[in-house]
């Protein structure tokens, strides 16, 4: 067996090489991230947004296939990337331990080339249901050079989603579509600027903020409040000491994925979260409640758009700004009400949660072999292949989120309620076991009950059918997911 290790996701120095760019026009730090090609290896990596690689103890399982990766990484040439079907067999480990990285295990573990899906550290639910080895004591913080081709960006790129000012920069630099705004770092000079716009408005926290550090302020007062929140009160710490003041879009938010090799991009299918804590899309934002695809606003047509108006300057002006962008880019849009056309809200430098879910049910190609060809720049001609229908992911949340939620308590009947109908997937984002054996929450987000089916209407039935046969006290659900498509009846079977 040749040795893969996927690490998916965002952001890390691969080999330990870097440089500090002075022609960089954003003053951000070149990271340049070498991949040494080769028919055996893959890193990926999904949640870190900061440089960090992997060192392996001698102790832990995963010990012979990092030392196998290094001893075969060896550069070769260009090699022809079957998506359905290859003689390449790999060994893959996932970082993380959330709902998303459940759902890539999921797909990697069917994935025609894997022989072996591991994941660190993993959680009770991913290693219940057999998706993955999880790895609980391997330092994915530490550095190792092991010569593994990853799938992720370097630290510099993912300052898309790390810094909204240089996204907008980008956008402005590159004439791509999004909404107009100003940054400030002075709480007077930002409520003048409020006040001269005048509401609705939008506040964000520049940095990462948790899903939380976005205000959409429907009075100057709750814009005022917001700006104070986080330069005054500085409720987001480090990530709040910038603010993006942002125009309003009205409309409809959609999810829109990409694939980039660093100069090449291709589309994954649409979906649409639902982001607002309660029914109705009241209450405040949340990581994401829901989700289903594919998302029948974004046409083919407008995905066209997309790639052309949007993904694709993105990829050529990272290119061109010396710090090219290899990994999944999730592109948050608004399709505006006025023009009917996309503009960017943000970018995420990972697989969205809890759209992963829905997608990573979805997918029908080897994902193994297209993030393998991401890393080694050979995306161009890939094509994607997806099954009909459609799948929706309802997220069960512990009581209390987003704000403070207890801990520690049970969950039951989840067998039961995978079993409930055909295409029944629960990914665990939040679980443990107790001294007893059984599953307890462990986060916020906790479970992601996720139902695949010929439309949006069956899949939504399969999912809630799910979730009514959860036994868990501790915890809540919206209980609408899908409602736009579903009342506009703008959604039809596909396929």
């Given at each position: ?10 952001s ?10 002075n ?21 990926l ?49 996932v ?53 593994i ?27 791509i579509?999004?909404?107009?705004y ?165 970018y ?8 992963c ?120 659900y ?18």
């Amino acid at each position: 067996m040749s040795c893969a290790i996927f690490n998916v996701g965002a952001s890390f120095n691969l080999h330990g090489h870097s440089h500090v760019g002075n022609s960089n026009p954003f003053h951000f730090r070149v990271q340049h991230c070498v991949l040494h090609k080769s028919s055996s290896s893959l890193l990926l990596q999904n949640l870190n947004l900061r440089c960090s690689n992997v060192s392996v103890s001698a102790s832990s399982p995963f010990h012979n296939v990092f030392k196998c990766s290094a001893q075969n990484s060896v550069s070769s040439g260009s090699v022809r990337v079957d998506t359905n079907n290859s003689s390449e067999k790999l060994a893959v480990l996932v970082i993380g331990g959330g709902g998303r990285e459940h759902a890539l295990c999921y797909a990697l573990q069917r994935s025609p080339s894997c022989d072996a899906v591991f994941c660190a550290p993993g959680n009770a639910g991913i290693s219940s249901s057999g998706n993955a080895t999880c790895i609980t004591d391997l330092d994915v913080h530490d550095a190792a050079t092991a010569g593994i081709p990853t799938f992720g960006p370097s630290a510099e790129a993912a300052a898309l989603e790390g810094s909204k000012n240089f996204m907008k920069h980008l956008c402005d630099k590159y004439d791509i579509p999004t909404a107009k705004y100003k940054t400030f770092t002075d709480p007077s000079i930002a409520k003048q600027y409020i006040q001269e716009q005048g509401a609705p408005i939008v506040i964000k926290a520049d940095g990462l903020a948790a899903g939380k550090g976005v205000t959409v302020a429907m009075t100057l007062e709750e814009a005022y409040e917001a700006v104070d929140s986080m330069l005054v009160k500085g409720d987001f710490g480090s990530a709040g000491c910038r603010v993006i003041v942002e125009e309003y879009l009205e409309g409809e938010e959609v999810s829109f994925f990409a694939l980039v090799d660093g100069e090449n991009a291709i589309p994954l299918e649409s979906a649409q979260d639902h982001k607002q804590v309660g029914d109705g899309d009241t209450g405040p934002n949340t990581g994401g409640m829901g989700a289903y695809s594919p998302a029948l606003i974004l046409t083919k047509e407008l995905q066209s758009i997309v790639m052309n108006r949007i993904i694709t300057p993105t990829v050529k002006g990272m290119s061109a700004e010396g710090c090219k962008f290899v990994g999944v880019l999730y592109a948050g849009l608004m399709i505006e009400k006025k023009s009917g056309m996309p503009k960017l809200i943000e970018y995420n430098v990972r697989f969205g949660d809890p759209e992963c879910q829905v997608l990573m049910v979805r997918l029908e190609s080897d994902l193994a072999q297209v993030l393998l060809a991401a890393c080694r720049g050979e995306l161009s001609g890939v094509s994607l292949n997806w099954s009909p229908g459609s799948a929706m992911v309802v997220v069960m949340a512990s009581k209390g989120y987003p704000g403070k939620y207890e801990k520690g308590t049970l969950i039951e009947n989840l067998e039961e309620a995978e079993n409930a109908s055909p295409g029944i997937k629960i990914f665990h984002a939040g679980t443990a076991f107790d001294s007893e054996g059984r599953f307890i929450s462990t986060g916020g987000r906790v479970l992601g009950v996720t139902a695949k089916g010929d439309n949006l209407e069956e899949a939504r039935d399969r999912a809630y059918q799910a979730v009514d046969k959860i036994n868990w006290p501790g915890g809540f659900y919206r209980r609408d997911i899908g409602w736009r498509a579903l009342s506009q009846k703008q959604y039809a079977t596909k396929g």
